[in-house]
């Protein structure tokens, strides 16, 4: 009898150490589970928290470089083409054979009736140099006048030139070719602004308040009973702040001493 209730015992303790480690291996699993979803977690968050930045950073540069392609394609407002921004007015604003040049070489390609300089307005150094100058432009329609218009060209550093922008006015050149249009206009021969023309413009301005108008280039003359003058402008705004622009303001000088303003026109960007 004793060896059989000793036979008994010692199966219920192997029995119940049996049980005990099950729950043991059954407690460090759950202890486990629940570390292993933490670890997951912190893994998995920091890496989907990175990703919006990412994209966003990537997104942003392109967004402004097309931007800035669309804007470089279309031409620049008149105010930030020409006569401020950078841009310095020539001393002389007469035609040379380096100024022609350049012009040339922008035209190249242009096509048949190509526009004919009068003045040399002045330069902006840029990646290489901008160069506006007042041509008188064929007309762009059947039909149409010739008309004053700014040509800007760009000089890249090596030297090739490009037709950058143009900006027309409804200003009619009717320059006299010597056997057609009698009483015609004729082309400044040199469009250096005298004293006398600086002294008749201020005088007709007198009363005319508004813009303040300061003489650039002397485009051409017109003999009548005294003598009318086309005369490219710096149009300055008296305001706070002034953009000034460029204008052809058509004077009139009487043999009596007569001062008049016949017509001031604007320019308006067009493609080149």
């Known amino acids: 009898m004793k060896k059989l209730f000793v036979l008994l ?87 040379n054979e380096e100024r022609q040049a350049i012009l040339d070489k922008a035209l190249a390609d242009y096509r048949d009736e190509k526009p004919t300089a009068v003045a040399y307005i002045g330069s902006q150094i840029v990646s290489g140099t901008n160069h506006a100058y007042v041509c008188r432009m064929p007309a762009l329609t059947e039909g149409g006048a010739e008309t004053y218009a700014i040509a800007v060209i760009y000089e890249d550093l090596s030297g090739n030139c490009i037709f950058r922008d143009l900006y027309a006015s409804d200003a009619e050149t009717s320059i006299y070719d010597g056997e057609n249009l009698a009483g015609g206009w004729t082309q400044a021969a040199d469009p250096t602004v005298t004293e006398d023309v600086r002294e008749a413009l201020a005088q007709a301005l007198e009363g005319i308040t508004g813009a303040q108008h300061t003489p650039v280039a002397v485009l051409a003359t017109q ?29 009139y000088v009487g043999v009596n001493g007569e001062r008049e303003i016949l017509n001031v026109f604007d320019f308006r960007a067009v493609a080149g």
């Open 9 to 95: 015992l010692t199966a219920c303790l192997i029995c119940g150490l049996s049980a005990c480690g099950k729950e043991t291996e059954n407690a460090g699993t759950a202890q486990a589970e629940p570390g292993t979803e933490a670890v997951e977690q912190e893994v998995e968050e920091p890496g989907t928290a990175g990703e919006a930045p990412a994209v966003e950073e990537t997104m942003v540069p392109e967004e402004a470089a097309s931007e800035a392609e669309v804007a470089a394609s279309e031409p620049a407002p008149l105010q930030d083409a020409l006569l401020v921004g950078g841009w310095t007015i020539a001393e002389s604003p007469a035609m």
């Open 223 to 251: 003999v009548v009973a005294g003598t009318n003058y086309a005369i490219l402008c710096e149009v300055t705004p008296v305001v706070p702040n002034p953009e000034s622009h460029p204008a052809i303001v058509f004077l």
